[in-house]
């Protein structure tokens, strides 16, 4: 049986690939990785991205949205330029969005409000949110649950947290996104994924950041989520194939809509 597998958060148009990108490509398609979602970061990010996208229209699919790290004082300006983009064109997603309290608590109001504003674009455009939480998991649960309609769906990107904290995400009608971390023995990532039920998981890298053992510690890339999707299959005493099939499915729902442009409306209140 051919693999199939899905990467649904990885940075493929980091500087980090400048000098190997084209065979890193195609180590991830040896590797039976397809389909790989790209988040935004902010502005500076965007060009490399449509690049990658423009460059494998069959495997890569580009998000757009304002990561909480880059929300400074000049977070509305980029607000705009995420505005005008998803206005222009259709996105998978918007993301990759969040709440970010490890390495900045200045701007933690502003994140909140860009976070906020662009959950709201999300439900107007029936796209998926991709979120980015650390050290702020509750925040954000309470963020999403005050701001949730049938409209709203997602993942929360990199999650790694308690067997309660996984069940209010998949109470709010979100997935959780597993990557490298499940690799670690010390996360204790596999405990609670074994009380989760395979259809709120999807898989993901995060590369350039975050490689799985045997890799730890160097650069990820999306051939390497093979490596997590058999960690899972692991735990879930399963096959690869089976954590495959089941990702790739749960993964083609959540990114399954699109919409050209946001309302008119909707940009005028924004």
């Not at 148009?13 to 195609?26: E, K, P, V």
């Not at 222009?88 to 976070?115: C, M, N, S």
């Amino acid at each position: 049986m051919k693999l199939n597998l899905t990467d649904t958060h990885t940075h493929l148009y980091s500087r980090q690939f400048d000098s190997d990108r084209g065979a890193m490509m195609q180590r991830a398609l040896a590797a039976g990785v397809h389909k790989m979602y790209l988040p935004n970061v902010d502005s500076t990010s965007i060009d490399a991205m449509l690049a990658l996208e423009a460059a494998y229209p069959a495997h890569c699919f580009a998000m757009m949205g304002l990561h909480p790290c880059s929300v400074q004082a000049n977070y509305q300006d980029e607000l705009a330029i995420v505005r005008e983009w998803l206005d222009r064109r259709p996105f998978v997603a918007i993301g990759e969005i969040g709440i970010d309290l490890y390495w900045d608590k200045t701007h933690i109001e502003a994140q909140q409000e860009a976070f906020l504003t662009q959950c709201e674009w999300a439900k107007a455009l029936d796209v998926a949110i991709v979120i980015h939480t650390r050290e702020a998991t509750e925040r954000t649960i309470d963020l999403v649950r005050e701001v949730k309609d049938e409209r709203l769906r997602g993942i929360f990107h990199c999650f790694g947290g308690t067997v309660r904290e996984a069940e209010a995400i998949i109470d709010l009608g979100f997935h959780l996104g597993i990557g490298g971390v499940l690799t670690y023995p010390k996360s204790g990532l596999h405990k609670t994924l074994e009380a989760i039920d395979l259809q709120y998981i999807v898989l993901e890298t995060d590369a350039p950041y975050l490689a799985p053992i045997p890799h730890r510690g160097k650069r990820n890339e999306s051939a390497f989520l093979r490596l997590v999707a058999e960690h899972l299959a692991a735990v879930k005493q399963t096959t690869l194939e089976h954590i495959a099939a089941a990702t790739n499915a749960t993964a083609e729902k959540i990114f399954a809509k699109k919409t050209k442009s946001l309302p008119q409306q909707i940009l005028q209140e924004n």
